[in-house]
Structure formats: structure tokens, C-alpha cells
């Protein structure tokens, strides 16, 4: 017999909660909604049964689809087929049983797609990252919080450095928003001191960028042109950057296009 309209209802709302927050305690859905705390576990039970929320002791992860985090929904649609080709190409780089850091970018989303299900241990500020890892049995997550970027889910500030500074990991995959002959830029400054930790934290640091970022710059200067290990981009980089790159000492991995790949088997 189909749940009543008022349940109905109230787990759409509970589940928006959870999505938008990546994580969220069981007294707080059953303050928000105005229920009490075992009509909160009934419905994450049913939510957890069609796949869109995990329980966890004292609450639930989101499990569903990316949240609609605004900014993220439209970067992800931008560029789409080389994003995907990046990730490819830079997830083939991570090896089982790595410490492994992944940043809010819509590539590096696409990155950890790529990587779920993987035996790693994953740090990420990225609630969307994040949520691909939570409910696996597989993966060790640690989510590193401070003040959150309402358009993008992603935790910035003095609170997230802090945290960043007492971790290590053998490699990071950042994103950038430009990069040109002084180096790599971001659009918010307290992104940008957030990913010079992660820069710091890191053994191997991994950027992946698609082809449209290059000869520009943004807000904040991330850092110079060798401050990273590795590149990944697409094929439509231009070959005066491929060389600048590669004499800058930059290890740089140009990523087939999708239809190339499935060509040569790739999946």
C-alpha cells in the first residue's frame, strides 16, 4: 500500500535536508520537520532501501545523485566530454591503498566518480566528493569542514586549513579556474589559501584542467607553473602550452577525446 501523502511529503523534505547538507543528525531533521526522532529513522530506512540516504550512527549521508549545489550543476555541465576524458586519464594514476585528496571541482568530481568503490583513503572538502565515499565499505573518508560555500558545497576558511595542515596525503587532485606564464589561479581567495595547503599536505600534486582554462587568470594566484607534479588536459591544448608546461618541469598528461578512448577499449 503506497505511503500517505503526508509521508510522502515529509521524507521529499527530509531528503532535501540531507542532500543539501551532505550530512545531517537525526535531532536536527526531527527539529526541522517538526516530528519526533524514530518517525526520522523510519523514513531514512525507507530512504535508505531506494538508495538516496545511508544510515549512520546518530544521522544520515546523502547517497543519491550530486547535490544541486547551483554553481556545481553548471560547471559540470560545461565542457562536459573533456571533463570526463580527464578523469580517465588522472583516476588511472591513483593506486589502491592510496592517501588520496580530491577538491570541490567539477572534474575532480568527476575523478572520484571514477574512484568509488576503490580500497583508498579519501580527504575532501567537497560535500558532493564526499558523498560518493560515505557509504562504501571500501574507502576511508575524511571530510574536512569549515565554513560552507553555499553554490558549491565545498569548505573553505581558516578552520579547513587548519585541519589541512595536520593531514598528509601521497597525492591531491585540485582544480583550477585559469592558469597562464605565472601559474595556477582560483576565483575565491579563501579557496585559494585552502588549496596552497593542500599543496603543502601532498606528496604528488595532480591538477586537472580542461584546454578553455589556459592563457587566463582569475581572483587569486594559486601558485607558479612548478609548484605542481602533474597535469592532465585534454587534446585540444595548444602545443606551445605543451612545451611551456613540460619546461616548466610539469609531468603533463594529454587525455584522449572520449570517442578516441572507446576506440582503443577504453571504458
Do not use: C
Request: aromatic share 6%.
Amino acid at each position: 500500500m503506497p505511503s500517505p501523502p503526508l509521508a510522502e511529503d515529509r521524507r521529499s523534505q527530509l531528503l532535501d535536508l540531507v542532500r543539501a547538507r551532505g550530512f545531517a543528525s537525526l535531532p536536527e531533521l526531527a527539529g526541522e520537520l517538526a516530528v519526533s526522532e524514530s518517525t526520522v529513522r523510519r523514513d531514512l530506512e525507507h530512504l535508505e532501501e531506494v538508495g538516496a540516504a545511508k544510515r549512520t550512527h546518530g544521522g544520515a549521508f546523502y547517497t543519491g545523485g550530486s547535490p544541486e549545489f547551483p554553481h556545481f550543476k553548471d560547471r559540470q555541465e560545461a565542457e562536459w566530454d573533456k571533463k570526463r576524458s580527464i578523469a580517465q586519464v588522472a583516476a588511472g594514476l591513483i593506486e589502491d591503498g592510496d592517501t588520496l585528496l580530491l577538491d570541490g571541482g567539477s572534474t575532480t568530481y568527476e575523478v572520484g566518480r571514477l574512484l568509488a568503490g576503490r580500497p583508498l583513503q579519501v580527504v575532501t572538502n567537497s560535500m558532493p566528493v564526499a558523498n560518493l565515499f560515505a557509504s562504501s565499505a571500501d574507502s576511508d573518508l575524511v571530510f574536512v569542514g569549515g565554513n560552507v560555500h553555499p553554490r558549491t558545497g565545498v569548505t573553505m576558511g581558516p578552520y579547513t586549513t587548519r585541519m589541512l595542515a595536520e593531514l598528509n596525503v601521497r597525492r591531491a587532485v585540485i582544480s583550477v579556474a585559469a592558469i597562464n606564464e605565472q601559474g595556477y589561479y582560483n576565483s575565491n581567495v579563501l579557496q585559494v589559501e585552502t588549496q596552497r595547503a593542500m599543496i603543502q599536505m601532498a606528496d604528488e600534486v595532480i591538477v586537472v584542467a580542461d584546454s578553455t582554462k589556459f592563457g587566463h587568470r582569475s581572483l587569486a594566484h594559486v601558485g607558479s607553473l612548478d609548484e605542481i607534479d602533474r597535469l592532465v588536459v585534454d587534446e585540444q591544448i595548444s602545443s606551445s602550452w605543451q612545451e611551456q608546461l613540460r619546461d616548466s618541469g610539469v609531468e603533463l598528461l594529454v587525455a584522449p577525446s572520449l570517442g578516441e578512448a572507446k576506440a582503443a577499449g577504453k571504458p
